[in-house]
């Protein structure tokens, strides 16, 4: 394909830039398009996936039919099936008359299934028939029905990774993974992105009637660095708030950055492959919630230890006993701000401060006993002690338990709005509801 012929498609579908990874995009979404072959665009959320969709159904022989965009994410578990595949009167309560699905309606034309990686499994495999045979059945009903579909799919994770986890089907993977079509993201784009930059910030100057906001060299050269987690969605937004905010229509680098998020990843800890710093690719990086579980464990492990070492000192340790058992355990006291030592008999530790919110009870002293405290001596043959009867609470190490817990905390957080509890927990608010539903959390 020439670079005119690249060109022009990029004017008809209004995509801007000129980076070597996007037109080789385009080229092969130009190529397929007239085939019927399955296709899967990768990207990440923001980086324009449904753009190249259009395209392969605009220039396919399947252009004067249908296109239909579902997120697959966005559509409930239970009203995946019937919304994909239709259903009959009464197949299930509420539903009062029959109804075509969209592989029914889109007969002929092509669907796009966005975030095909949120699909139940259950859906994945009436999908893969879809795909092999053509065939579907309506939910309550016995009757086979055919269509002619062309699905493209796309995802912004790692489908491999999914497979691998159990949580999306192999055969369907490579199904859909007929023809791979990778979107760059913004940040590795180059220049693209002021181009970007400069389209949005003259069409927000039309539309609220103002003179378009334009940026010094040096502030071009931070819009530049900036890695833009959000991609073009997030360009689009910060081009839109200076074009209403800023008086002064020309930014420098300064100014640019108020608008430029200080923080620009997930705050959740994530292990980082060595031969891959940045980070990129899910295959080097373990999930949050693993993380998250990881982390309370080990401070559970933690405490357990600081349990078993402070009731070991109370049980009455020789002076240089005690010592080296702190020497043993000096592990547990690495995250500290001030030492401790254990000497003739004693915890010490420096005068605790109210302002840095420091309370510490030191025990007193063997000499320092009075006369309603049983007497303790140390001598070089035996030590008499008081067993002091304690009764530890045993720690629940149920993933579900701590998962239920978590989900409480982030409706309570948010006040039972569950789709921001859903964004604060890192899952889609379909998966929320199924939890709430597992854990019988429905009446919060």
Do not use: W
Request: proline share 5%.
């Amino acid at each position: 394909m020439t670079p005119s012929e690249i060109q022009s498609i990029k004017q008809r579908f209004g995509i801007i830039g000129n980076a070597p990874a996007l037109n080789y995009a385009i080229q092969v979404a130009a190529q397929v398009a007239p085939t019927d072959m399955t296709v899967l665009i990768s990207g990440e959320s923001g980086s324009g996936k449904e753009s190249f969709s259009k395209i392969i159904h605009a220039l396919s022989p399947r252009k004067h039919g249908q296109f239909i965009a579902i997120n697959c994410g966005a559509i409930p578990e239970g009203t995946i099936d019937s919304e994909l595949f239709g259903h009959e009167k009464g197949s299930f309560t509420g539903a009062n008359e029959a109804r075509k699905g969209y592989f029914e309606v889109t007969n002929g034309g092509t669907m796009f299934l966005d975030e095909i990686g949120e699909m139940p499994l259950g859906t994945q495999a009436r999908l893969l028939r879809v795909l092999e045979n053509g065939e579907f059945i309506r939910v309550g009903a016995s009757k086979v029905q055919k269509t002619d579909v062309r699905v493209v799919a796309a995802s912004n994770v790692n489908l491999l990774d999914a497979v691998r986890e159990g949580r999306f089907r192999e055969d369907l993977y490579y199904r859909l993974n007929t023809v791979p079509i990778t979107v760059p993201p913004l940040r590795e784009r180059g220049d693209d992105i002021y181009l970007l930059f400069r389209k949005f910030a003259t069409d927000f100057a039309e539309r609220y009637r103002v003179k378009p906001i334009s940026l010094t060299p040096d502030a071009v050269a931070e819009l530049q660095r900036f890695r833009f987690p959000g991609n073009i969605r997030q360009l689009k937004n910060i081009a839109e708030q200076m074009s209403v905010l800023e008086m002064e229509r020309e930014l420098d680098a300064a100014r640019l950055r108020q608008y430029l998020p200080a923080d620009q990843s997930s705050r959740l800890p994530m292990l980082l492959s060595a031969a891959n710093p940045d980070g990129a690719g899910a295959n080097n990086t373990y999930s949050e919630r693993d993380l998250l579980y990881k982390v309370l464990f080990d401070m559970r492990r933690d405490m357990t230890d600081l349990k078993k070492l402070v009731l070991d000192l109370a049980a009455g340790q020789r002076p240089a006993e005690a010592q080296e058992l702190l020497r043993q355990n000096s592990h547990l006291f690495n995250n500290l701000n001030v030492a401790s030592s254990y000497e003739g008999g004693r915890l010490n530790r420096p005068a605790p401060t109210e302002a840095a919110g420091e309370y510490f009870i030191t025990p007193r002293p063997v000499n320092e006993l009075n006369d309603s405290d049983e007497e303790l001596t140390y001598d070089d043959e035996a030590q008499r002690v008081e067993d002091i009867p304690h009764e530890t609470e045993e720690e629940t190490l149920s993933l579900e338990a701590k998962e239920k817990e978590m989900i409480m905390k982030a409706l309570k957080k948010h006040h039972n709005k569950r789709k921001y509890a859903a964004h604060d927990l890192g899952i889609s608010e379909r998966t929320l509801y199924r939890k709430l539903k597992q854990y019988d959390l429905e009446q919060l």
